[in-house]
């Protein structure tokens, strides 16, 4: 026995980390992050879960380890916070510029 599993843990650590586990947890992943981009938003673990995807988030949290889930749900509100980050940027640029070729004075 491997130490931090118990007898009733073994299968399902395996399970989800044998190749086939992890192939299913990434597509289970990868199906439900589709799902809530879909319905427009940037996916946040404190937002509710849109009702069109709630049963794909079932399926992932099924098919993937629990650290696995909260790994990958930061890295998803990491790549929102980016998203929304550059696109504040991306205006703020496109203000400056659309300024300076009307004939404001730049900052």
């Not at 981009?37 to 380890?65: N, T």
Request: hydrophobic share 35%; proline share 3%.
């Amino acid at each position: 026995m491997l130490f931090g599993t118990s007898g009733g843990d073994k299968g399902s650590n395996t399970k989800n980390t044998s190749r086939a586990g992890r192939a299913e947890c990434y597509t289970a992943r990868d199906t439900f992050y589709q799902c809530v981009r879909e319905c427009g938003l940037l996916y946040s673990a404190s937002e509710p879960v849109p009702s069109k995807c709630k049963q794909l988030r079932a399926r992932f949290e099924a098919a993937c380890l629990p650290s696995w889930v909260r790994h990958f749900d930061e890295q998803q509100e990491k790549a929102a916070r980016d998203t929304k980050r550059l696109h504040a940027a991306i205006q703020q640029q496109a203000a400056t510029a659309a300024g300076n070729l009307a004939g404001a004075a730049q900052r």
